[in-house]
């Protein structure tokens, strides 16, 4: 069987965490084209990981959508589909047999995410490898597939012809929040979006450390979102408060319960360098929403008064989305 697959995985300050993900695709039952590591500097790779079969090695700019981008031009041509994954991730020893099974018998299938069987992200601390491994033998697939709003951007299974048109938006920098629904927004316009859940995926969730880290993770989640939907990815201002900035709101004090005056075993476990980093983003999360949301919200009403008072014929006396209310909730502020 030929081989049909490149694999992509960005990396930053996780050498370790990289060589286990990379160490794990040997158990494939498809093998890849290759696998290309996009990193930003020598430390955050092992030279046992260099010496794996199929990896090759490329650097550049830091953050997520500039990782992926700058391993574009390293695809072979040959390869028909590539697969950006997180350098924290477990995958079924079937995935790419599946995947590739499914885009070659589904023309109209252009992007496709397997199934989460578990998340540590979700669970308030990583995962363990060992944990992830079990995670994914335990779980139940289903030889079937679904729409999908958006792909799971840990797995993101991608005809290579779509990356001719489409690339990550760099302007969401550092870890890219919802980079994921972005590009599936802009895939769907050249075909079906998919979950298939005949195989699935165990994201570790890796945590890097600090101080900022809750602030910029917070800051990301209001930043990003507002940036989209100026730029139309989000339709309306609703589905963006709705859908968006008040689960945002409600994930902060489900993981962040120190800040909110309650306590849990979870929120324990994390540790006092952990704690004050969540500290900083549930606090973050708050403040931005309640000030983004009533500053969009003013600015929203003002317009829309003004120019039906007036009978603005330049606009139709229609309200004009705003291109951009604050430059404090630009994603290039980062």
């Not at 491994?133 to 709003?149: D, L, M, P, S």
Request: proline letters at 4%; aromatic letters at 8%; hydrophobic letters at 40%.
């Amino acid at each position: 069987m030929s081989k049909k697959t490149v694999i992509v995985i960005s990396s930053l300050g996780r050498p370790h965490t990289l060589h286990e993900t990379v160490a794990a695709l040997a158990r494939q039952t498809t093998s890849p084209c290759a696998i290309v590591v996009s990193l930003c500097d020598a430390e955050s790779l092992l030279e046992e990981t260099v010496r794996l079969a199929l990896v090759r090695k490329i650097y550049g700019a830091k953050g997520l959508t500039r990782q992926r981008n700058n391993a574009l031009p390293e695809i072979p041509t040959e390869a028909e589909y590539v697969l950006f994954l997180d350098d924290d991730v477990e995958l079924a020893a079937n995935y790419l047999e599946s995947m590739e099974r499914l885009l070659d018998g589904e023309p109209n299938v252009v992007l496709a995410s397997g199934v989460s069987a578990m998340d540590g992200l979700r669970r308030a601390r990583a995962l363990t490898r060992e944990e992830a491994v079990e995670a994914v033998r335990r779980h139940r697939c289903e030889n079937k597939i679904e729409a999908a709003e958006g792909a799971y951007g840990c797995n993101m299974f991608v005809r290579r012809s779509l990356l001719e048109t489409f690339r990550f938006d760099e302007r969401l920098p550092l870890d890219g929040w919802l980079e994921d629904y972005d590009f599936s927004v802009r895939c769907r316009g050249k075909g079906r979006v998919v979950w298939n859940f005949a195989i699935c995926v165990a994201h570790i969730g890796a945590q890097r450390m600090g101080p900022e880290r809750g602030l910029l993770v917070g800051y990301s989640q209001i930043a990003n979102s507002f940036y989209l939907w100026q730029k139309g990815v989000i339709p309306s201002f609703a589905r963006l408060l709705g859908k968006f900035w008040l689960p945002a709101g409600a994930r902060g004090r489900r993981l962040f319960p120190a800040a909110t005056g309650t306590d849990s075993r979870s929120h324990l476990a994390l540790g006092d360098r952990s704690r004050a980093r969540s500290d900083q983003g549930a606090r973050y999360l708050r403040m931005s929403l309640s000030s983004s949301a009533l500053r969009c919200a003013r600015t929203r009403i003002w317009r829309k008064t003004a120019l039906a008072s007036r009978g603005d014929k330049s606009s139709g006396g229609v309200w004009q989305r705003p291109q951009c209310v604050s430059n404090r909730f630009s994603p290039s502020a980062l």
